[in-house]
């Protein structure tokens, strides 16, 4: 990815209580750290155990000193409770708390250390002193246990610090009757994230400004290159690198403060005959190195596909949660070889943002133009300005659909699904996929309609609920919604259905 997402270095800080052996927790902190470097999990062990807060200070003068952004507290022993807890207040980046599980039944007189119990503690005091942290599902357990803890974190730990230094920069309101992609911005401002509105007259004169400038050709190079055989437009690409380039000067010059942007950019109805394309395959390429740029002006979308980006340190996009399956379609493609019913499966379908990487190869997937907006702006002529889409089927696999959003109210709500994307040829245009996750029908009425959701979900490739769930939790997400198996009614679900 690029250096639009974070890079996390993990320090671990073992701590242990006075009245307990200190080298029992030094000893389960080495053995902590082998057991990270034997998984290849890089992390940092500060030498200083903390026992007091003049040793919390020492302990974290090491781990700064050594670029830690990110943070592990463990419970050798028991732990004293209030420097273990100022760790976290001082300490300028995520941290999580884990404890040590007891060795052996052979020797739990010198060597137990009670970690389970001052667990406890540490939980209580973190929420008197309203300090954040992360606690894993059950955070106790041996060197290997909590190595796999450590793995679990960073992803998180690279959310939260995406998410503390990011400003998403827009272009334009969004298109009339989108009252979907509303954006009451106080949400942003609660987790620390910055917003730049600016009007799309401000991105066409950037435009063109950079008419002539001399890295055009490199860029076109560069999308020839990732298309091959999808490069039906050629003669397009120059219009496409030079609004490319303007979208990295911009976020450049305008990222202030922040280390990282993304952008929520009106993409019609004036775009396309004003800039000569649609922007659909550059905000694809835009996705693929962690810098989204969303549809529609959609903020809390590219909020979302930021977080997305970060937790899997991969490409993501966002899709409409769009259209049913045809019964004739389910039944030839999906009934008798998947598990999933009708009301499991829809299409989930953008104009063309998904990146290349994403889509499937052998199913056409190529450089094309948007129809609808073909339809309306061009009369369905022979496509000019409205080409520019990156089309094809997205390729089958795993995959969590989710949002991060900002009601009506103005209050942060979330939903998380875990489902995949099924081998099945769409037979339609855009970026377009079939999408199955278990009890959508449930899901789609009494998450999506029943709470307001837009049609917008940003799409991560891979399982990764367990971190997004972390992460807006951490936020202070309170409605954090997902798909209820078969027998557990929703709170709204009318029982006699």
């Not at 309203?130 to 992803?155: H, Q």
């Not at 989108?178 to 600016?198: H, Q, R, S, T, W």
């Not at 008419?211 to 120059?238: C, F, H, S």
Request: aromatic share 10%; glycine share 10%.
């Amino acid at each position: 990815m690029s250096n639009n997402i974070p890079d996390v270095k993990l320090g671990i800080i073992a701590v242990s209580r006075d009245c307990f052996v200190l080298s029992l927790s030094e000893n389960r902190r080495a053995a902590l750290f082998r057991a990270c470097e034997k998984k290849g999990i890089p992390v940092f062990e500060a030498k200083t155990t903390v026992e007091s807060e003049t040793d919390a200070l020492k302990a974290l003068e090491e781990v700064n000193n050594a670029g830690c952004n990110a943070l592990m507290v463990f419970l050798g022993n028991f732990g004293p409770e209030t420097p273990e807890t100022l760790i976290a207040r001082f300490f300028k980046g995520p941290v999580m708390y884990a404890a040590a599980a007891e060795d052996t039944g052979k020797d739990l007189i010198n060597g137990r250390g009670d970690a389970y119990c001052g667990m406890l503690n540490c939980s209580y005091n973190l929420g008197l002193r309203k300090i954040k942290a992360v606690i894993p599902e059950y955070p106790v357990g041996t060197a290997n246990d909590i190595a796999l803890m450590a793995a679990d974190f960073i992803p998180v730990a690279r959310a939260l610090l995406g998410v503390s230094a990011l400003k998403i920069i827009s272009f334009g309101p969004r298109p009339q009757d989108f009252f979907a992609c509303n954006a009451p911005i106080k949400g942003l401002y609660d987790i620390g994230v910055e917003i730049e509105e600016n009007s799309e007259l401000d991105l066409l004169v950037s435009y063109r400004a950079h008419k002539d400038d001399t890295r055009i050709a490199g860029v076109v190079k560069d999308m020839a290159d990732e298309l091959g055989a999808g490069n039906q437009y050629p003669d397009l690409l120059p219009r496409m690198a030079q609004f490319e380039l303007t979208l990295l000067d911009w976020a450049e010059a305008h990222k202030g403060a922040r280390k990282y942007t993304a952008f929520a950019n009106k993409c019609w109805p004036s775009f396309p005959g004003e800039f000569g394309f649609v922007p659909c395959y550059v905000n694809s390429r835009f996705a693929s190195r962690g810098m989204p740029v969303s549809c529609e002006v959609d903020i809390y979308g590219a909020l979302s596909e930021y977080i997305g980006a970060c937790v899997s340190n991969d490409a993501v996009t966002l899709l409409d949660i769009n259209n049913s399956v045809p019964q004739d379609l389910y039944d030839s493609e999906i009934k008798g070889k998947y598990s999933y019913t009708l009301k499991d499966v829809f299409m989930g379908f953008h104009c063309g943002n998904t990146p290349v990487c994403k889509l499937r190869k052998e199913k056409n997937t190529a450089l094309k133009f948007q129809l609808i907006q073909n339809r309306t702006l061009e009369g369905g002529r022979t496509p000019d300005f409205t080409r520019g889409t990156m089309e094809g089927d997205i390729a089958a696999g795993d995959i969590t659909f989710f949002r991060l959003h900002g009601g009506s109210d103005g209050r942060l709500q979330s939903y998380i699904a875990q489902g995949e994307v099924l081998p099945a040829a769409t037979g339609s245009f855009g970026g377009i996929g079939i999408f199955a996750i278990p009890e959508m029908g449930r899901f789609y009425r009494y998450v999506l309609i029943a709470k307001n959701y837009p049609h917008h979900g940003g799409v991560v490739f891979g399982r990764h609920g367990k971190a997004l769930f972390t992460v807006f939790s951490y936020l202070g997400v309170e409605d954090i919604a997902y798909n209820q198996p078969t027998g557990t009614r929703y709170p709204t679900e009318n029982p006699f259905a």
